[in-house]
């Protein structure tokens, strides 16, 4: 019975963590200042999207760097993760080549 428990504890423990993460691809619609508007990477032209906001700080890492927020521009398709659940503040962001 004890080790059912754990087992359940434990695949909470990882669902948890990976909720935080973002497998989804997004491009950039908007940028001001050090929130970002983003759309769904994959869009039909004849639908509409409701647009992800989400602000980032002097802590976000984008590629690996921190303070690199110049070298993101509109149209960049990018996956993220936010900040130890609290949204929107972001915590990493990839480029997807």
Do not use: H
């Not at 695949?11 to 989804?24: A, K, N, P, R, T």
């Not at 992800?52 to 976000?60: Q, Y």
């Amino acid at each position: 019975m004890r080790r059912i428990i754990w087992l359940m504890l434990l695949s909470l423990f990882i669902v948890g963590i990976l909720s935080g993460c973002s497998d989804q691809a997004y491009v950039i619609e908007e940028l001001n200042g050090n929130q970002l508007s983003l759309g769904p990477d994959d869009q039909n032209p004849e639908e509409q999207y409701a647009l992800t906001e989400v602000t980032l700080d002097g802590e976000t890492t984008i590629d690996g760097r921190t303070n690199q927020l110049s070298v993101l521009q509109k149209g960049d398709i990018i996956r993220f993760a936010y900040r130890n659940g609290k949204k929107p503040l972001v915590a990493t962001i990839e480029r997807v080549k």
